[in-house]
T-cell receptor, first 114, second 116 residues
Framework: DAKTTQPPSMDCAEGRAANLPCNHSTISGNEYVYWYRQIHSQGPQYIIHGLKNNETNEMASLIITEDRKSSTLILPHATLRDTAVYYCIVRGEISNFGNEKLTFGTGTRLTIIP | GAVVSQHPSRVICKSGTSVKIECRSLDFQATTMFWYRQFPKQSLMLMATSNEGSKATYEQGVEKDKFLINHASLTLSTLTVTSAHPEDSSFYIC????????????FGPGTRLTVT
């Protein structure tokens, strides 16, 4: 799986949009970009994933550049409960019914400031 | 609601004893589950892949005789830390893929193990 690079930490004011960048310059054509987050002392939580098109769900939006070498996770209206470590993960094409392990990097520690 | 549970959430054991951690998928079947370990202020490190009906696959550097994994049914995997030492104190987390293609992996809430 391709390696990802994220800033170690970011702050965002409550109510503002939080934009979390991720570089994955070695991503290959069949690899997906996944985002998870981990609130302190809890298990990680799935947020969103995409291949090449931008994606949006009830939690966030994922913007993937045209060359797919980077992406941005957007939390449109950050709340204090969004304070967590956010992990950007690149994984291969789903095969064998998705029985693929996830490799976590160091992530970005996002702090939402009141 | 939670789709993957772990039990116990916290456990304290004495050095040299063994402790079992359970991971259950609550409303779906999981032929594969994953076990991670997380030390304070560090990221999750995959320990092993638990396979229903067959032996677990361990990551490099993880002792299979120390961390026993049993995937006894399609909804239950157990991790047993044998002869625990203080350096085994950590946050243990399991996960399971769900749905067609397994696009989403659901993680358990984690188990905090403290070895005294």
């Amino acid at each position: 799986d391709a390696k990802t690079t994220q800033p170690p930490s970011m702050d965002c004011a409550e109510g503002r949009a939080a934009n979390l960048p991720c570089n994955h310059s070695t991503i290959s054509g069949n690899e997906y970009v996944y985002w998870y987050r981990q609130i302190h002392s809890q298990g990680p939580q799935y947020i969103i994933h995409g291949l090449k098109n931008n994606e949006t769900n009830e939690m966030a939006s994922l913007i993937i550049t045209e060359d797919r070498k980077s992406s941005t996770l957007i939390l449109p209206h950050a709340t204090l409960r969004d304070t967590a470590v956010y992990y950007c993960i690149v994984r291969g094409e789903i095969s064998n019914f998705g029985n693929e392990k996830l490799t976590f990097g160091t992530g970005t520690r996002l702090t939402i400031i009141p | 609601g939670a789709v993957v549970s772990q039990h116990p959430s916290r456990v304290i054991c004495k050095s040299g004893t063994s402790v079992k951690i359970e991971c259950r998928s609550l409303d779906f079947q999981a032929t594969t589950m994953f076990w991670y370990r997380q030390f304070p202020k560090q990221s999750l490190m995959l320990m092993a892949t638990s396979n229903e009906g067959s032996k677990a696959t361990y990551e490099q550097g993880v002792e299979k005789d120390k961390f026993l994994i049993n995937h006894a049914s399609l909804t239950l995997s157990t991790l047993t830390v044998t002869s625990a030492h203080p350096e085994d104190s950590s946050f243990y987390i399991c996960s399971a893929p769900r749905g067609a293609g397994g696009y989403e992996q659901y993680f358990g809430p984690g188990t905090r193990l403290t070895v005294t």
